[in-house]
């Protein structure tokens, strides 16, 4: 029997042939997989010595999903359908071969993998395995005959949780929905499936009882079936807002498992093909290709980043809480200081309340956590007590005298090589550091609030920070399970700077007649969590009025306060926390507060300016205009000149829509001489907070773009 597959490997023992994936790093289902595995199924069935086969991965997977790359690269829908139909028509000869298939599942088993397992007549996994359809995550379905196949096993209730959300579940949990068919431990997992094998040979399982397609048991009636999709799409219609592969796989739902599996599967692919061309898949596949990369700085190649064990949390407010909670979870040796006795037990109660959610979820107990605390957790009020630790993370006070007198402290306490990393969301690292000796060894490391859930963390270098101090804060990222951004220092960073600018439109708008609750609709409807005027009431209306004055005196005329903010703030409104904002918050519902409408109203009555619509493209347009023109600024200047980590983090820390791409992938495809058009344009209406960054004019005059063509 032929054993020089390039991609899995054949053994055979007592009529069971062994098949084993061995294509790194994840077994995903390539082009060469699914060519190895259809030579080598066919070359093993007809093997008059093989009476059943065993499939099975290697290492942590058994296949982890598909060639994202060639999926990134499909142009056309013949393309797309090309790529599906190989796959469900190979996973189809697994369904119906002449000899039983046992699918010996030894870890991840996503995507394309669950696929192929579903198409075996028995299934076995190890505890560890995860099991699951995440297609849409990255804008398409489930395209080779997993949407068809999967409700016959477990019902269309759990697979339409599966397939539309792209949930993967864990073994135990699929055992109970009838997924797989037992879940042994690995050193367990052959002999298991062997055992299974030997059952078919016996005659005890039947191939054709077994086979997938024939599963109808767990199937709704027509206008059961019908009743649980619309109910379902009813329910979920706003978290599937702006994307397309939920309906398309819901389509397919509707219209397949039907007595004509082969049929409803070439449905499948089709609808497959319609997905993997759109705008939405490529962004969202561009997303989890740029995240997989995150991280990956040229600064830091080659360096090795120094082992952090312990670590120091100066301050438990919001922040340090929630940052010693993510210290503890990832398994850190954490020390916990304050200023005195009270304020630590504050502190601990915040640390605390961060586990509530996962306790609540019955996925940690409250002894759970008292054990936890008591083994990895000190608090102390004395800085003398981190002298030892690796890291030390301030939260304290955001007063650049306070900080930089802790940090001059702790420098004759600390071991030289103890990396210093502040949270700071403002004040300048370069300065903070310059009190220091060594201000090489100090980094910014702003957690977004609550700390413990947010995915971003935003790196910033100040003009002496080290690349050995940024290669372990990298590091460290990595650990606790965060994206990364890695910016240089500047008033507000990346972040913050860039999501005032985005919405720093709202007050031209207002003033130039547009309703405010159109403007809250469009951003809405483009996909944000919140309208520019909701999150400010979210934030205080106070704080951005200070925040905004900071960067006009650091960054001239452009960032000069609109005036009608400065009325704004002078009603004493200041958002959510007075109960009052651009909405008022003392009824059931946020209504627009009369006191605002009417400073806008008079505004607007002393410029001569009288209401009017405004479409919501053009709204759009105008708030992503300013949003891109401040990135380019941000580029020029010399933050941060990695377009694809900076969508990212505009995704992941201020919830800009992952299936539009990122700020910068919609300009590319606007276009930057539409753009550059389009800043002209508002410059003239609105000032010269509109003004275009020499950077964009460069590029749409070049015919240059953000990502390369």
């Not at 790359?69 to 996973?91: I, N």
């Not at 999150?535 to 306060?561: P, S």
Request: charged residues 25%.
């Amino acid at each position: 029997m032929q054993t020089d597959y390039k991609t899995i490997n054949i053994s055979h023992h007592d009529g069971i042939a062994l098949l084993t994936i061995d294509n790194p790093p994840v077994n995903p289902m390539s082009a060469q997989l699914e060519k190895d595995l259809g030579d080598g199924l066919k070359e093993t069935l007809a093997h008059p010595g093989v009476r059943a086969v065993i499939l099975t991965g290697t290492g942590k997977n058994f296949i982890a999903g598909a060639d994202i790359h060639k999926l990134q690269s499909l142009k056309t829908r013949e393309e797309g359908f090309q790529m599906g139909w190989t796959a469900a028509k190979l996973f189809s000869a697994i369904e119906t071969a002449p000899k039983p298939v046992i699918m010996a599942i030894n870890g991840n088993c996503l995507g394309g993998g669950l696929e192929a397992a579903l198409a075996g007549h028995y299934r076995v996994a190890v505890p560890g395995a995860v099991l699951g359809l995440p297609e849409v995550q990255l804008g398409v379905i489930p395209g080779a005959g997993g949407i068809q196949r999967l409700p016959r096993l477990i019902g269309l209730a759990p697979a339409l949780e599966m397939i539309t959300f792209g949930r993967p579940i864990k073994a135990g949990e699929a055992l109970a929905l009838g997924l797989v068919d037992a879940v042994v431990e690995p050193d367990e997992l052959l002999p298991a499936a062997r055992q299974a094998a030997r059952r078919f040979i016996s005659g005890e399982l039947r191939r054709e009882q077994r086979m997938t397609r024939n599963q109808k048991d767990k199937l709704a009636k027509a206008e059961e079936k019908k009743a649980l999709i619309e109910e379902f799409q009813t329910r979920n219609a706003k978290k599937f807002r702006g994307l397309l592969a939920p309906f398309k796989a819901l389509e397919a739902l509707e219209k397949g498992l039907t007595g004509d599996i082969e049929a409803d599967i070439r449905r499948d692919v089709e609808l497959f093909s319609e997905c993997a061309i759109s705008p939405i898949a490529k962004n969202l596949i561009g997303v989890f290709l740029n995240t997989r990369a995150s991280g990956r700085h040229p600064r830091i190649k080659g360096l090795e980043p120094a082992k952090i064990k312990k670590m120091a949390m100066l301050g438990g407010g919001v922040m340090g809480s929630g940052i010693v909670h993510l210290l503890l979870q990832n398994g850190f040796e954490t020390v916990l200081w304050d200023i005195d006795e009270p304020a630590l037990q504050k502190g601990l109660a915040a640390v605390r309340k961060t586990f509530a959610y996962p306790i609540k979820q019955k996925k940690m107990t409250e002894a759970a956590l008292e054990e936890l605390l008591q083994k990895h957790l000190a608090t102390t009020t004395s800085l003398e007590d981190l002298q030892e630790a690796d890291l030390v993370i301030e939260a304290v006070l955001e007063d650049l005298r306070v900080k930089q007198d802790i940090w001059k402290k702790l420098e004759e306490i600390c071991r030289p090589e103890t990396i210093f990393g502040t949270n700071t969301s403002a004040l300048p690292i370069t300065e903070m550091a310059s009190v220091l000796k060594d201000p090489g060894r100090m980094i910014g490391l702003h957690f977004f609030n609550p700390a413990e859930r947010m995915p971003l963390l935003e790196i910033i270098c100040g003009r002496k920070t080290s690349d050995q101090t940024l290669a372990t804060a990298v590091a460290f990222a990595r650990n606790i399970k965060k994206f990364m951004l890695v910016v240089n220092d500047g008033p507000g960073f990346y972040v913050t700077r860039q999501l005032i600018a985005l919405f720093a439109g709202l007050p031209y708008l207002l003033a130039d007649g547009v309703d405010l609750v159109a403007i809250e609709k469009a951003v809405k409807d483009f996909g944000m969590p919140l309208g520019p005027a909701s999150l400010e009431d979210l934030t205080g209306i106070d704080i951005g009025y200070h925040v905004n004055q900071t960067l006009a005196r650091k960054l001239g005329e452009r960032y000069t306060l609109h005036p009608l903010i400065k009325r704004i703030y002078q009603t004493g409104g200041y958002g959510r926390k007075t109960n009052a904002g651009y909405y008022d918050y003392s009824g059931e519902k946020p209504v627009p507060n009369p006191q605002v409408a009417e400073v806008i109203r008079q505004f607007q009555q002393e410029k001569g300016i009288v209401p009017r619509s405004m479409e919501a493209m053009e709204i759009m347009d105008t708030l992503l205009a300013l949003g891109i023109n401040e990135a380019a600024l941000m580029i020029e200047e010399g933050i941060c000149d990695r377009p694809a980590d900076m969508d990212l983090a505009l995704i992941n820390g201020a919830g800009f829509p992952a299936y539009r791409g990122g700020i910068l992938r919609c300009a590319d495809a606007w276009g930057l001489m539409a753009v550059y058009e389009k800043l002209l344009d508002l410059e003239k209406r609105y000032g010269p907070r509109y003004r275009p960054a020499a950077l964009i004019q460069e590029m749409a005059e070049s015919g240059k773009t953000f990502y390369p063509k």
